[in-house]
């Protein structure tokens, strides 16, 4: 069973940065799609970013936000800059178990990690 651990979470003042970083307990190739995805408190839980042998992003963290992954270390990370506090949220790791033709679907997803709270005060 694949397993997903992440970390990096924390509290920042708006304007501040943080980088989660998750770890896959078995390694994986490019062609399957890790994200990040979050979840505010009485939200539905949305895409942040996905990255595949491209990346993706949700408009509001375009530009703010950067995905990347070290398959050396069976690991991705998220850069946040520029935080602000609407991006306050339980951060999740995702991994896909296939390859995906629409990486920010929640649905592609098969394996989630416990997620780390992000908050970010104004």
């Known amino acids: 069973q694949v397993q997903l651990a992440e970390s990096g979470g924390g509290l920042v003042q708006a304007g501040g940065s943080l980088r989660l970083s998750c770890v896959r307990s078995?390694?994986?190739?490019?062609?399957?799609?890790m994200a990040w995805f979050r979840q505010a408190p009485g939200k539905e839980r949305e895409s942040v970013a996905a990255?595949?042998?491209?990346?993706y992003y949700r408009d509001s963290v375009r530009g703010r936000f950067t995905i990347s992954r070290d398959n050396t270390k069976n690991t991705v990370y998220l850069q946040m800059n520029g935080l602000r506090p609407e991006d306050t949220a339980v951060y999740y790791c995702?991994?896909?178990?296939?390859?995906?033709?629409?990486?920010?679907?929640?649905?592609?997803?098969?394996?989630w990690g416990q997620g780390t709270q992000v908050t970010v005060s104004s």
């Open positions: 995702a991994s896909a178990g296939r390859v995906t033709t629409a990486p920010l679907r929640t649905e592609e997803y098969m394996y």
């Open positions: 078995e390694r994986t190739s490019n062609s399957y799609a």
């Open positions: 990255i595949t042998w491209s990346t």
